[in-house]
Protein backbone atom coordinates (compact mmCIF):
# COMPACT_ATOMS: atom_id res chain seq x y z
CA UNK A 1 0.00 0.00 0.00
CA UNK A 2 2.08 2.79 -1.56
CA UNK A 3 -0.52 5.76 -1.49
CA UNK A 4 -0.93 5.48 2.56
CA UNK A 5 0.33 8.72 2.82
CA UNK A 6 -2.57 10.21 0.41
CA UNK A 7 -4.95 8.61 2.57
CA UNK A 8 -3.46 9.75 5.72
CA UNK A 9 -3.57 13.22 4.39
CA UNK A 10 -7.04 13.10 2.91
CA UNK A 11 -8.73 12.51 6.32
CA UNK A 12 -6.95 14.80 8.04
CA UNK A 13 -8.50 16.95 5.89
CA UNK A 14 -11.78 15.56 6.32
CA UNK A 15 -11.92 15.11 9.77
CA UNK A 16 -10.87 19.00 10.51
CA UNK A 17 -13.07 20.31 8.85
CA UNK A 18 -15.00 23.20 11.51
CA UNK A 19 -18.31 23.07 9.14
CA UNK A 20 -21.39 22.75 10.97
CA UNK A 21 -24.13 20.02 8.78
CA UNK A 22 -27.86 19.10 10.06
CA UNK A 23 -26.13 15.76 11.32
CA UNK A 24 -24.12 16.92 13.17
CA UNK A 25 -25.07 16.87 17.32
CA UNK A 26 -25.86 19.69 18.87
CA UNK A 27 -24.58 22.53 20.81
CA UNK A 28 -24.25 21.53 24.56
CA UNK A 29 -23.98 24.45 27.44
CA UNK A 30 -22.80 23.67 31.07
CA UNK A 31 -23.76 25.29 34.16
CA UNK A 32 -21.88 25.86 36.87
CA UNK A 33 -22.62 27.74 40.46
CA UNK A 34 -19.14 29.11 42.49
CA UNK A 35 -19.00 30.31 45.72
CA UNK A 36 -16.26 32.55 46.08
CA UNK A 37 -17.40 33.60 49.60
CA UNK A 38 -16.04 32.69 53.15
CA UNK A 39 -19.64 31.41 53.81
CA UNK A 40 -21.52 27.97 53.35
CA UNK A 41 -24.15 29.12 50.89
CA UNK A 42 -27.96 27.68 50.59
CA UNK A 43 -28.67 27.52 46.96
CA UNK A 44 -31.54 27.34 45.27
CA UNK A 45 -31.73 27.17 40.90
CA UNK A 46 -34.91 25.74 39.70
CA UNK A 47 -35.59 23.59 38.31
CA UNK A 48 -32.24 21.99 39.18
CA UNK A 49 -31.63 22.57 42.37
CA UNK A 50 -34.86 23.16 45.28
CA UNK A 51 -32.72 23.74 48.06
CA UNK A 52 -28.90 22.95 48.14
CA UNK A 53 -25.71 23.55 50.23
CA UNK A 54 -22.84 25.57 48.42
CA UNK A 55 -19.83 24.89 50.36
CA UNK A 56 -16.88 27.90 50.58
CA UNK A 57 -14.80 27.41 47.53
CA UNK A 58 -16.97 24.63 45.73
CA UNK A 59 -18.45 24.55 42.91
CA UNK A 60 -21.99 23.27 41.96
CA UNK A 61 -22.68 21.76 38.74
CA UNK A 62 -26.36 22.74 37.84
CA UNK A 63 -26.77 20.80 34.47
CA UNK A 64 -26.06 20.47 30.74
CA UNK A 65 -28.49 21.93 28.29
CA UNK A 66 -28.50 20.72 24.25
CA UNK A 67 -28.98 23.38 21.89
CA UNK A 68 -29.18 23.70 17.90
CA UNK A 69 -26.31 23.58 15.99
CA UNK A 70 -26.50 27.36 15.51
CA UNK A 71 -26.13 28.21 18.86
CA UNK A 72 -25.82 27.36 22.65
CA UNK A 73 -27.94 27.45 25.11
CA UNK A 74 -27.80 29.99 27.73
CA UNK A 75 -28.89 30.48 31.72
CA UNK A 76 -32.22 31.71 31.06
CA UNK A 77 -32.88 28.70 28.53
CA UNK A 78 -32.06 26.40 31.67
CA UNK A 79 -33.39 28.00 35.29
CA UNK A 80 -36.09 30.00 36.50
CA UNK A 81 -34.77 31.80 39.09
CA UNK A 82 -31.71 31.61 41.09
CA UNK A 83 -31.31 32.31 45.42
CA UNK A 84 -28.42 32.70 47.57
CA UNK A 85 -28.79 32.73 51.51
CA UNK A 86 -26.65 31.71 53.89
CA UNK A 87 -27.98 30.62 57.10
CA UNK A 88 -31.58 31.52 56.87
CA UNK A 89 -30.49 35.56 55.89
CA UNK A 90 -31.11 36.75 51.73
CA UNK A 91 -28.10 37.47 50.07
CA UNK A 92 -28.75 37.31 46.14
CA UNK A 93 -30.94 36.75 44.06
CA UNK A 94 -31.76 36.72 40.05
CA UNK A 95 -35.08 36.61 39.02
CA UNK A 96 -35.47 36.20 35.69
CA UNK A 97 -31.91 34.87 35.13
CA UNK A 98 -29.25 37.40 33.83
CA UNK A 99 -27.49 35.77 30.86
CA UNK A 100 -24.98 38.56 31.28
CA UNK A 101 -23.75 37.94 34.37
CA UNK A 102 -22.95 34.78 34.12
CA UNK A 103 -18.79 34.20 32.53
CA UNK A 104 -19.08 31.94 29.56
CA UNK A 105 -16.25 30.59 27.96
CA UNK A 106 -15.86 27.87 25.18
CA UNK A 107 -14.78 24.92 26.33
CA UNK A 108 -14.35 22.72 23.37
CA UNK A 109 -16.01 22.63 19.85
CA UNK A 110 -19.24 21.71 21.00
CA UNK A 111 -19.59 22.86 24.71
CA UNK A 112 -20.15 26.59 26.45
CA UNK A 113 -19.49 26.39 30.10
CA UNK A 114 -21.35 29.21 31.57
CA UNK A 115 -20.21 29.83 35.54
CA UNK A 116 -22.22 32.46 37.76
CA UNK A 117 -19.09 33.35 40.83
CA UNK A 118 -21.00 34.52 43.77
CA UNK A 119 -18.54 36.83 45.40
CA UNK A 120 -19.28 38.97 48.73
CA UNK A 121 -19.14 42.28 46.96
CA UNK A 122 -22.79 41.04 45.36
CA UNK A 123 -24.29 41.67 48.60
Known amino acids: ?15 CSD ?6 PGNFSEFYLVNNTSYDLNVSA ?12 GELKLGVLDGWNEGFPVPSDFLDYLEVRYSDDFLYSQNPIVDTDWEPRRGSYRVMIFRFIVKEDLF
Open 46 to 57: PPVVESGVLPVG
Open 1 to 15: MKNWPIVVLLLMVVG
Open 19 to 24: EVTPTD
